[in-house]
DNA sequence: TAGATTGTTAATCGATTAACAATC
DNA sequence: TAGATTGTTAATCGATTAACAATC
């Protein structure tokens, strides 16, 4: 584990570079970044394990033996250089380029994801919107309505031309899973699921779904006990 | 872990009542939960280990060791009854009760949260959301119109009155802090959090903030490696 | 220097998995 | 009966944590 090349930001990846990371390292690894961004907002230059903690809820040993794995990113009595900390993780997570996405549903929840900015904060630009709602088709949406409602008929011709890697189910239950073969077919291998649909993809596709409210069960379970 | 009361839904918990959950297998019986309630809507009436595996991405075993160490509710050859499972879980969840969420902020992700199914699936009812846009206030919000948006000064008194126990926010990211210290001084415990705000309360506090961009990472990762 | 915080070790704990008898 | 799937064991693996020397 030992680590002997500066921390200037050389391009090469630390130690661990050909092994994948764990599930659980990966996950961990995202959620530091996630608070690094914004705490970079915010103003801080430096952020200590014990902070990062704080807003993790990871322990802060944890936090240290993860980042250590990689590279001695911190000073003692100092705590992690914010910038220098986001660069390294997004280099040990491969996620420095940007990645286009495309949206599915003009609704309440596609337009309020088209709208914000928390994909684009993590190098994700949502670079299309579709519904098969003809009224919709054509309106503008997002900030300073930069997207234009596509028609779905064109999901395959805009999923090669735009390099689409990611899509974003905002659609009401019952379509979802049509989507999700219209997307594997054209190629797509993340899928982000909003709806509740249980979706059926081949294997080498993934898909995440979002759950609010299993979330919300379980912070429940221990307010309740 | 032997186990010998008739599992034909008697009202007292299995083993493991008097000890809290670890985080893990509270995490993973939400999950099981969520698939349970779409398999059940999909017309399922028994589901497999496996099944349950192919959509949580939990490996069958561990699912069938956290089930059995609450009693023996499955059949072999058969697998688990829908019915009789999500009741065992939510009782070892103790989740079986109804829990009232204020919704904070009536934008586009206010209204995709209020006019979604996916808390009242689960026991959570959104019975109030506020907004501090007067044009906002009054509008009528959810299916059938159902909930109308109230002004913002109105949430203490709301809380106490409709016994509110999860705030949800769909504010601006500069807004969130002062609605998260508003809803800790009206005394609620569980602060769901939509916007991108690190928020600071309380230790007694729960706050859960949702990361879309982070999952995504997380997902890409194993996408392009 | 004095205080703070990292990097790292060592020990413990819980999660995960394969395997398979029990039994529906 | 034959096939399927649970419940459970035993072994392994990775996560977690306390403690503390190193050092900024």
Known sequence: MSYDRPMDGGLELAEGTSERLSLGVAARLSRYLQVLTQAKKMGKDTISSQELADYTHVN??????????????????????????????????????????????????GKAIAGSDIFADHGFEVVA??????????QPVGENGRLKVRPYSDLQRVVDAEEIVVGVLAVPT????????DLVDAGVKIIFNYS??????????TVHTSSPAVDL?????????
């Open 60 to 109: 802060s040993t944890q936090i240290r033996r993860d980042l250590s794995g990689f590279g001695k990113f911190g000073k003692r009595g100092v705590g992690y250089n914010v910038d220098a900390l986001v660069s390294q993780i997004r280099k040990i997570l491969r996620t420095s380029g940007k990645h286009n996405i495309a949206l599915f549903g003009a609704g309440h929840l």
């Open 174 to 181: 019952h379509a979802a899973q049509q989507v999700a073969v």
């Open 129 to 138: 919107i579709f519904d098969t709602d003809k009224a919709k088709i054509g």
């Open 217 to 225: 069960l379980y912070a429940l379970y221990f307010y309740l006990t």
């Open 196 to 205: 509740e649909a249980l979706l059926q993809v081949p294997p080498d596709v």
